[in-house]
């Protein structure tokens, strides 16, 4: 059983728009830092986004800063990645993240300072 399942991938064309959801199963969602990661062969593995479940603050990527809205449904125990006007260089297998315990601010889009990963999708983006 999947801890973290991922759903939204998709083929889009430039300047399209895509959300991506994360389902969470039963752990202690409210209080919780849940973030997206992206990964594309041959480039290192980036954090896009993060919110707090409990407080809601948001952090947010330079490189997507204006095209990118993470938010969650508490009742649902999801998180979404909300993207528009997407670029080639957007695409990449993107990855959900969940970390229940104690994490630094300034560890909210390291890969390793999270407890679980989902499985990834894929995001491709072309003209």
């Known amino acids: 059983t999947q801890r973290l399942v991922q759903s939204g991938g998709a083929s889009v064309q430039t300047g399209g728009s895509l959300t991506l959801s994360c389902t969470v199963s039963e752990w202690n969602y409210n209080s919780a830092v849940m973030a997206w990661f992206r990964q594309t062969p041959g480039k290192e593995r980036e954090g896009v986004a993060a919110?707090?479940?409990?407080?809601?603050?948001?952090w947010y990527a330079d490189s997507v800063k204006g095209r990118v809205t993470i938010s969650h449904d508490k009742a649902k125990q999801t998180v979404y990645l909300q993207m528009v006007n997407l670029k080639p260089e957007d695409t990449a297998s993107y990855y959900c993240?969940?970390?229940?315990?104690?994490?630094?601010?300034?560890?909210?889009?390291?890969?390793?300072?999270?407890?679980?990963w989902g499985q990834g999708t894929q995001v491709t983006v072309s003209l």
């Open positions: 993240a969940a970390r229940f315990g104690a994490i630094n601010v300034n560890d909210v889009l390291v890969w390793d300072a999270y407890d679980y």
């Open positions: 919110i707090y479940t409990a407080g809601e603050t948001t």
